[in-house]
């Protein structure tokens, strides 16, 4: 009894994370199918699950590594766009929807990694509002990378090519990435089901790790890179431990997010995307993982049931006044006194618990 | 050549001016004030109402859009930066976010989102000089730039609210023990880059006459890696920063791709940090234990 007490205080977070998703799945299911969820809804059920993953993910870097990155939508344009390939490629080879997600995912998040790899060895040796500033140029850099690649398959196998489209294609050969104009006619195999499963996936594997010694050890790095340094924890390698996985998280969400549209765009993932998710993540709470989720998935929702109660002018400007109006009470003195008096009241009651 | 090298420099005075802005807060509040780019806007639009709808002479414009901004300005450092004054600054940069979103999107509301089309401050005409074809507006946004630069420097080395300002972002604890009063010396930081950026503004919409709400979103962001890129809390470091930016954007336009241009600006932007880790003029502060 006191083994399940101790890992219940354990994984406390990790087991209200998984079950918030799994009854919010279920709820979700029975509410579609008795029909009372309304088409925008529907409509919005996958990118929330992409930006779920995205918050939880970018809270690893933000939250766990306590460095500021600006530059989280960077790696979801690059695991896009991979697994738009990747997907138009298995189109006759995988027939079943569900795999061949699976393998665009998979495939998605090593090239997002290999990207982080790239973008975090050099740019990880800044810290603070620097690194934020960096993380931000590697976002719009790739933005502008993609917004120029060509990418074409026909008999003879893949074309790419850079700034201008360079090749030919044989008859019956395709466009997959268009430059500027982007892809589409994309094939919309996300389901909500998949979205979930991935959820589960990410809290998962973050949750694990954050529990395990690479966790804590990313965890001293944060609290004092010095202290850290002393004891032996290598800072650089768990910095961009942390770093690579968030990024190859975020490919993974690029994946579900870009095939539940037909067209995408790079332009899509731009420096906005970055800031909202990173929003998500500070209004969950830093470090907290099912805050994260909770927060990605109201904070989509909001707009839309401003939009539902008749505000739709004013639904962008009552999402800003609510994110000051937050922000500003998470640091005010009205909470740190209200907090007071709830510890007041806990320690009372355990006091007479004691006599 | 030339003509490019000039465009550039006009380019980078824009930069530069609302790089300014953005290193006199950061220098001082410690602060990236993500908004700054929509005060930009907000100064533009001020501009062409003035000068549209009402008929008014343009230096009235632009009187009117400076002393707007301004206010904005202490307005917004009075309700959402000042209670945060000792948050954790990522909070601080979240309300900067949501003040950003604010100014956008009532500007959204108030304008609409349907493009004005910015009718230049001064004349369309340009000087020849051999081959070298300047516009009046390069012109003036040149000069602009360059007074604003030798006022600014003279503001802080020689008057007294300067150099209170240069002490209060050294130390903000030992400034407040030699008598200097914190609050008013960041609320003039604020003012005084929002009604730059109120300038910057108008010269913007008068070299690319296209006025919508996020006009001041990308031009802010190529602004803040200036002000970084010359090392920020430095004013001859956006400066400079600001200009070698034009520079390089115009040319990689020119010579290289449209495209890309952008990617290169930031790629030069990783390149140089990684060297310089606090910028081209930025002070190198060590770490201690």
Redesign the interface.
């Known amino acids: 009894m006191s083994m399940i007490k101790n890992l219940w205080k354990k994984r406390r977070d990790s087991v209200i994370a998984f079950g918030i998703v799994i009854v919010a799945y279920i709820a979700i299911q029975i509410m579609s199918m008795t029909g009372s969820l309304s088409y925008s809804m529907k409509g919005m059920l996958v990118p929330i699950c992409a930006y779920i993953v995205m918050a939880v993910s970018l809270n690893l870097t933000?939250g766990i590594l306590g460095e500021?990155s600006l530059g989280h939508a960077g790696f979801m344009s690059v695991g896009a766009f991979t697994g738009i390939v990747v997907t138009t490629l298995l189109a006759n080879i995988v027939p079943w929807d569900g795999l061949r997600l699976a393998i665009a995912m998979v495939v998605a998040a090593a090239a997002a990694a290999v990207v982080g790899v790239i973008v975090g060895v050099?740019?990880l040796?800044?810290s603070g509002?620097?690194l934020?500033?960096?993380t931000?140029?590697?976002c719009?850099?790739i933005?502008?990378?993609v917004?120029?690649l060509y990418v074409g398959l026909d008999g003879k196998g893949l074309h790419i090519s850079l700034?201008e489209q360079s090749f030919a294609l044989e008859e019956g050969g395709k466009m997959i990435i268009n430059?500027?104009i982007g892809v589409s006619g994309i094939d919309k195999i996300s389901t909500f089901t998949a979205g979930c499963v991935l959820i589960l996936v990410t809290l998962f594997v973050i949750l694990n790790l954050i529990n395990s010694r690479h966790g804590r050890a990313i965890m001293a790095v944060r609290d004092n890179k010095?202290a850290a340094d002393s004891i032996g924890i290598s800072t650089t390698r768990y910095k961009l431990l942390a770093f690579v996985i968030s990024a190859a998280f975020a490919g993974m969400a690029g994946t579900l997010y870009a095939m539940n549209y037909s067209t995408v765009t790079a332009a899509k993932f731009d420096?906005n995307l970055s800031?909202l998710v990173?929003?998500f993540v500070?209004?969950g709470g830093?470090g907290n993982i099912w805050g994260s989720v909770i927060a990605a998935a109201l904070l989509t929702v909001l707009p839309e049931l401003l939009r539902a109660l008749n505000f739709s002018?004013?639904r962008?400007?009552i999402?800003?006044?609510l994110?000051?109006a937050l922000?500003?009470f998470?640091?005010?003195a009205l909470k740190q006194r209200l907090l007071e008096r709830k510890r007041a009241q806990k320690s009372a009651k355990t006091e007479g618990e004691v006599a | 050549m030339l003509n490019y090298l000039i465009t550039g420099i006009s380019l980078g005075s824009i930069y530069a001016i609302i790089a300014l802005g953005y290193t006199m807060v950061y220098g001082i509040a410690k602060m990236l004030n993500f908004a700054h780019g929509d005060v930009i806007m907000v100064g533009g639009y001020m501009c062409f109402c003035a000068t549209t709808y009402m008929n008014w002479p343009v230096p009235v414009g632009i009187l009117l859009a400076m002393g707007v901004c301004t206010v904005l300005g202490i307005v917004i450092e009075r309700l959402a930066y000042k209670p945060l004054r000792s948050a954790p600054s990522l909070a601080v940069l979240i309300t900067a976010i949501g003040v950003s979103y604010f100014l956008q999107n009532a500007a959204l509301l108030i304008w609409t989102s349907n493009p004005k089309s910015f009718s230049p401050i001064v004349g369309r005409g340009a000087v020849q000089l051999g081959e070298l074809q300047i516009t009046h507006v390069t012109l003036v946004t040149i000069g602009a730039c360059f007074v604003i630069m030798v006022a600014l420097t003279l503001f802080t080395s020689r008057t007294k609210l300067g150099t209170a300002m240069r002490a209060v972002s050294e130390d903000k604890g030992a400034a407040q023990l030699m008598g200097i009063n914190v609050n008013t010396t960041i609320s003039t930081a604020f003012a005084i880059g929002s009604a730059l950026a109120a300038v910057a503004g108008v010269l913007l919409c008068s070299a690319y006459p296209m006025l919508v709400p996020t006009t001041g979103s990308m031009p802010g962001i190529k602004a803040f890696t200036a002000a970084v890129f010359g090392g920020i809390g430095s004013i001859p470091g956006a400066m400079l920063g600001g200009i070698l930016l034009g520079i390089i954007e115009t040319f990689c336009r020119a010579y290289i791709s449209m495209e890309l241009s952008d990617g290169i600006v930031f790629g030069v932007l990783i390149l140089v940090l990684l060297v310089k880790p606090a910028g081209l003029l930025g002070k190198q502060t060590r770490e201690k234990v």
């Open positions: 933000v500021l050099p740019v040796r800044l509002d620097y934020a500033i960096v931000l140029a590697a719009e850099i933005k502008s990378l917004n120029v700034i430059g500027p010095i420096f800031i990173l929003v500070v209004l830093l002018d004013y962008m400007l999402y800003a006044i994110l000051i922000m500003l998470n640091n005010s």
